[in-house]
């Protein structure tokens, strides 16, 4: 605006005022011209302040616009940088998070069940150590090779490797199930020594998992027997059945009281049962086994099945092993079945029988099941499992260390799931080939021709309709298995006696007999 006004004075001022091109001039006009001049001049000087000021001014508002402009775009970017530091810093603290709640869940996992992580540890150890026994089993075959080559002992090799073997890690179990049984022992031994109850002794390893031949894998059941001795006061005597069935399935225990008038008078700890008075014994001391695990004067199965599952429970909160396992009873009339299950739900299962040795040999009264529909809670079978499991240990000491007869009993033990054949007929057999087969054949280059004589052996003993019991008249037994004298003069019991009495049954063993053929075929080729 100022300037426009400055623009039209001069305008004016050229225009209404030419300069004069005569030199004369009068006065007068002289002096107008003068003072018309200096009020131009101060009216321009006016106008000069008044357009500098307001050009000032505008400067200053453009500048502060421009300034504003600017501001807001650094504070747009600013904070657009601010919403991206944001983003990361969001992503970044929800990766932490995760990062935070994986490891506790790991910590939490792991803390309270640190037998998880032995038992990996061990199955891993277990796993190398079997990897690196089968390089040098190889290494030794293959050297062995040059002295004497065999294409069928080299298929036998190739078979071993193709079938899928159960998954047992059966160092750390065994091992975990013997802490537990022997801790439950300890505090049987801690607090009931002193009461009229049966004695129990060191638990007895029994049964295909402790002999190494389990077909089954994880849910395997470790099988002990806990020997027991009479209480103080009382003696046990073995009623080896009427029958004259060899082994006795109808054998009794009979309990009897004995004096101990002297050795009270010594220890002043026990009653005499025998000559004390009831009022008295029943006042200081309680009823004797009789009154308490006996059904009449013979010791009850089931009885003192349910009294060791009850104390069982009672005790476990003292077993170091119930921090890291829960405990359940299983339901058992004649024996005390566990299950243990730690905090990854793996489980173990654990079976304790009873059993009253026949004098110093390996031969037990137990109370295991019977194949009889019903067994009199008070009968205790004849049971050869600790002979068993000896002679197993036996072979073992003996046999090469790459020995693969544990292995074939296993594979032959598999295959007989849905027929009428039971694991323990293929354990006889084997058991028969172990003593008159050289341990030296059983190495795994022989695998496929022991297969083969287990399978003729079993073939033979159907079409004869015999199979010799192990224990009973055979001179083949190693002298290290104590057992009874009635054993070692018995004639040889067929176990094949009722498939000689029933012509159906024997037809289908042999028709049965055909599809294991098939099925072990198929195990080899496949194998699973």
Known sequence: MAATKFLALVAQTIIQHPQMVGDE??????????????????????????LEQRSQEQMLQELEQRSQEQSG?????????????WQLWAIAGVLVLLCGLCWWLRKRSHEPDSSSEEESSSSDREQEEEEEQEQEEEQEEEESEGEDPDNERDLGRIFAKRIQWPAQNLAYRSR????????LLRVFHEVLSN????????????????????????????RLLVPLKPPRGHAFHLELGTTGEMPAKDSCIRVELVCTCMSERLAGEMLCFLHQPEEELRRNQGPSLLGTLCTGSYLDVQKTACWFQNFVRLAWVKVPQSRRYKMKVLPSSRSCKLQLTNAS???LFIEMMFGVQQGDSDIFLSSQTTEAIFTPSTMW????AVAEAKFFTHMARQAPHDSFHLKCLQLCARILVGTSFSTYT??????????TIPLSGWRRKHFLLRLEDIMRYLRCCLEEKRLDHFFFGNENVPEEIILPPAFQTAAPLNLFQCLAQDPAAHAKALRELDELQDRLTRLLFYGH
């Open 25 to 50: 001039l009068d006065e007068a006009t002289h002096e107008r011209m003068q003072q018309r001049a200096e009020q131009l001049s101060q009216e321009m000087t006016r106008l000069l302040q008044e």
């Open 73 to 85: 775009l650094a504070w747009g970017a600013l904070l657009f940088a601010a919403l991206q530091q």
């Open 176 to 183: 975990v199930v013997e802490e537990v049984v022997g801790d």
């Open 195 to 222: 009461d009229v109850f049966p004695v129990l002794q060191t638990a007895i390893r029994v049964g295909s998992t402790f002999e190494g031949w389990s077909p089954r894998e994880d849910d395997a059941v470790y």
């Open 345 to 347: 739900r793996r489980t």
């Open 381 to 384: 079978p004849e049971d050869c």
């Open 426 to 435: 293929v354990k006889t057999v084997v058991m028969h080939l172990l003593t």
